[in-house]
């Protein structure tokens, strides 16, 4: 039969795949940390993206709103940390209940996106992550920007 030898060298190799020992993926290595951070909340910088990309969530910027207007994910939008309480009611208005958020700040060692996605959470919105990545991760990876 013609398509048996196709068959058996694609047999060998999927159990040849099966056999790699973990450890030597590095994609495999990888993905518990990805998942821890997905379980909390917190979004990759590839998760991100494709959100990004399919617009399937509404990107809010947390840091001050100048550092917002010198620079930001294009199309995001100024909720800063610090003024979150005058900005809000406007936000709200905007935006529905019911509108996935991502929350980011500068990068991973700041605590404003978590500070901004927690308090979403308490005025109702219940699809809120944080890309803790932050404008930092984003623009490394060369992803779009404005301001």
């Not at 020992?21 to 495999?28: E, I, N, R």
């Not at 936000?91 to 990068?107: G, H, M, N, S, W």
């Amino acid at each position: 039969m013609p398509g048996k030898p196709l068959l058996r060298t694609l047999l060998t190799a999927v159990i040849l795949l099966a056999s790699v020992s973990p450890a030597l993926s590095p994609l495999h290595a990888a993905a518990p940390s990805a998942l821890a951070k997905e379980e909390s909340g917190e979004l990759t910088l590839a998760a991100t993206k494709a959100i990004f990309d399919t617009h399937s969530a509404y990107f809010v910027d947390a840091r001050s709103e100048y550092a917002y207007y010198k620079l930001h994910i294009k199309g995001a939008t100024s909720l800063s940390s610090s003024r979150f309480d005058e900005q809000y009611p406007d936000f709200r208005k905007k935006q529905p209940l019911e509108t996935p958020i991502v929350v980011y700040c500068a990068d991973s060692n700041c605590g404003k996106a978590r500070q901004v996605a927690k308090k979403l959470r308490k005025n109702g919105y219940r699809n809120v992550r944080v890309f803790s990545g932050g404008l930092v991760e984003w623009s490394q990876a060369g992803f779009p920007m404005e301001g």
